[in-house]
């Protein structure tokens, strides 16, 4: 079965790209309402440079795409995509089992406060983490370094009532499509 894949925008990252991936996404309204698919987006900054962070809604597996910088010939959705292949792959994981199941992508415009509190606590977790090791990361190399740590961290959903390695739960999940 197909699916359109939702992605929610924070009000920080809609500021920087949310013209472009509305001009790129379908204009319908879908009723999708497999979670697996919904993705939420934020950015931060590392020395100055911008990178895009997604949770997912269902399984909190998170991953960065970055350095980047808004590019009107590569379309968003092929950022998001790459980003995700490449985060799977980091783990272990078919992405073309998942994209397999995605006919398209509309914005979101409902926050689901689970997977925004994620992201922003993911956020200032990995920017805390960076600055306590006291040695300088090559922005090239952040999103690879961000995508190999941060989904192996166990983290709570359900307010705390159920944890889980967001990893795992979402290799679990990819294996039910």
């Keep these: 079965m197909k699916h359109t894949m939702s992605i929610y925008l924070s009000k920080k990252l809609k500021s920087y790209i949310g013209k472009q991936l509305e001009a790129e996404a379908k204009k319908e309204l879908v009723s999708n309402s497999n979670e697996f698919f919904h993705w939420y987006g934020d950015v931060f900054f590392y020395q ?3 990178f895009l962070m997604f949770t997912n809604e269902l399984t909190r597996f998170v991953f960065a795409v ?3 910088a808004v590019n009107a010939k590569k379309p968003l959705f092929q950022v ?3 980003g995700l292949v490449e985060a799977m792959e980091c783990h272990g994981m078919d992405p073309s089992s998942y994209l397999a199941h995605v006919d ?3 914005v979101n415009t409902i926050p689901h406060r689970g997977a925004t509190g994620h992201l ?3 956020k200032d977790d990995y ?3 960076l600055a306590a090791e006291g040695n300088p990361l090559d922005p090239k190399r952040v999103a690879y370094d961000f995508n190999m740590r941060i ?3 166990i983290v709570s959903r359900n307010a705390g009532k159920e944890y889980i390695f967001p990893k795992d739960d979402f290799a679990d999940q ?3 499509l």
């Design 48 to 50: 100055r440079k911008k």
């Design 66 to 68: 970055g350095p980047f």
């Design 80 to 82: 998001f995509s790459e």
């Design 104 to 106: 398209g992508f509309r």
């Design 120 to 122: 922003n606590r993911t």
């Design 127 to 129: 920017l805390y983490w």
């Design 151 to 153: 989904p192996k961290r």
């Design 174 to 176: 990819l294996r039910l």
